[in-house]
């Protein structure tokens, strides 16, 4: 389990006595000076950049509240099996369909059309696969336990 720390910023009840909490990653910086007005540049690029928390939810199984820092966790073979659907599939078949195409037709520019529709086919397919309730459930970040360490933020 790959585990990271995450505060909650709001909860949303549901009908089964649940909740659905929306979290945002706490981002660990080396000296924690990102964001003030001396340091390293590096909080340079992240407003040039505009870098952005990200938010997401999860279901809250351990009734933390507003403003509770918690550790979140994602399974590793989850990870990794997002990351071979997003990355494998489209490249395997781009490839493929250049192969198929240059086989059909002598013209360079058939197998760049081929690989073209290839990968677009490939994209098309994970996004139809992991569209389903299933797969979105089976790997959702959960919520783990509450964090016993105080977060220092600076502003």
């Known amino acids: ?22 979290l945002e990653v706490v981002r660990k910086t080396a000296c924690g000076l990102c964001g003030q007005t001396r340091g390293c540049g590096n909080s340079i690029w992240g407003k040039l950049l505009n870098h952005k928390s990200v938010n997401f939810t999860a279901q809250n199984n351990i009734n933390a509240k507003v403003g509770d820092s918690v550790i979140v966790g994602i399974d590793e073979a989850a990870l990794v099996k997002s990351a071979l659907f997003l ?43 992991t569209a389903g309730q299933s797969y979105y459930q089976n790997n959702q970040p959960k919520i783990l336990r509450l964090d016993s360490e105080k977060i220092v933020q600076f502003q």
Do not use: N
């Open 87 to 129: 990355y494998i599939v489209p490249l395997a078949s781009m490839f493929f369909c250049a192969i198929v195409a240059s086989k059909l037709s002598d013209s360079e520019a058939a197998s760049i059309l081929g690989a073209g529709v290839g990968l677009v086919f490939g994209f098309l397919w994970v996004k139809g696969h």
């Open 1 to 22: 389990m790959i585990e990271e720390r995450a505060i909650i910023l709001s909860l949303e009840s549901q009908a089964d006595q649940s909740s659905t909490a929306t």
